[in-house]
């Protein structure tokens, strides 16, 4: 089969098609004819040698196809069925892909709609569950429209937070729509905010990585309140969690989510696709940091 690799780490141009044996399902998992996979920027770090120094290396964590494979003591989908989720063997971008958590698709999306879900809704699942969101909490969110960012936002509002969220102000319309009440990012962030909350609030989620840890731990009371998903280095400096896979996956939140798109409490994020043979210059937005919503490739 056809999938992306690299031999050398760098930037998008040491992508490479190349060929691989088709994957086999172990227990408990299912094989997928790919027809749509998520790209993160968990992807490019991967490529620039940040997170794994082995060569060579497969990428893409996300997916979505029709299931041609099923492993041991599989029986809740069937050959055919259309699902989505995690390739935790990192390589989803291929024409098929062994999937170690997954759900079926709800009839009214397709394959790229979903295929861009899965890490943005476990990333940010796992840190609401680990900060404790519940109703009647005041949570800020730094970095609150992007993937991660909005699916925070509108978890915490079908919990019964107040979400107050950082954004430019080009997307301040969109916070709006999925519940939260936005404020501009940047200096000045701290009165900002007690203009809306007063008395500061409850919790904070920094997905940004944008260097304001300081300033959340301020509003939230202190550094045992606040999480960063996306500042490693800041919160060893400032005591504040830094929340990875490897401390507990939200997967359950696989399962749950096309019930909440079917009733209207998840609005999906845009989505920009490409071809799989244009995964360069996927991965070249992606590292950019500017794209609202998600990149996908789109195969076969």
């Known amino acids: 089969m056809k999938a992306v690799g690299f031999h050398r780490f760098g930037g998008p141009e040491v992508l490479e098609m190349i060929e691989l044996p088709d994957p086999r399902p172990g227990p408990g998992q299912v094989r997928i004819a790919v027809r749509a996979a998520g790209v993160n920027a968990s992807d490019w770090k991967k490529r620039q040698g940040l997170m794994d120094r082995e060569l060579p290396q497969t990428m893409g964590y996300e997916a979505a196809g029709v299931i041609d ?16 989720g995690f390739c935790a063997e990192g390589a989803a971008q291929a024409e098929r892909a062994v999937l170690s958590h997954y759900a079926p698709i709800p009839p009214s999306l397709d394959f790229a709609d979903v295929a861009a879900l899965p890490a943005a809704i476990e990333t940010a699942t796992r840190a609401l569950d680990q900060l404790g969101v519940s109703n009647g909490d005041t949570l800020l969110i730094n ?5 991660v960012g909005s699916a925070a936002a509108q978890f915490a509002v079908v919990r019964g937070a107040r979400v107050i969220g950082t954004a430019g102000p080009a997307n301040h319309d969109y916070l709006r729509s999925l519940g939260a009440e936005p404020v501009t990012y940047g200096e000045g962030l701290v009165e900002r905010v007690r203009a809306l909350a007063p008395g500061g609030v409850d919790l904070a989620l920094d997905v940004a990585g944008s260097g304001v840890l300081p300033e959340l731990v301020e509003l939230a009371g202190g550094a045992g309140h606040v999480i960063t998903v996306a500042d490693f280095g800041g919160a060893r400096e400032h005591g504040v969690r830094f929340s990875r896979g490897d401390s507990g996956r939200a997967v359950h939140v696989i399962a749950e989510i096309g019930a909440l798109i079917e009733s209207g409490r998840f609005s999906l994020p845009d989505t920009r696709t490409f ?20 990149i996908v490739l789109l195969i076969g």
């Open 69 to 84: 494979g099923l492993g041991e003591g599989v029986d809740d989908v069937a050959m055919g069925d259309r699902v989505f």
């Open 275 to 294: 071809p799989l043979d244009e995964v360069a210059e996927a991965h070249r937005l992606s590292e950019q940091g500017h794209a609202r919503g998600k």
């Open 143 to 147: 970095g609150a429209s992007g993937s």
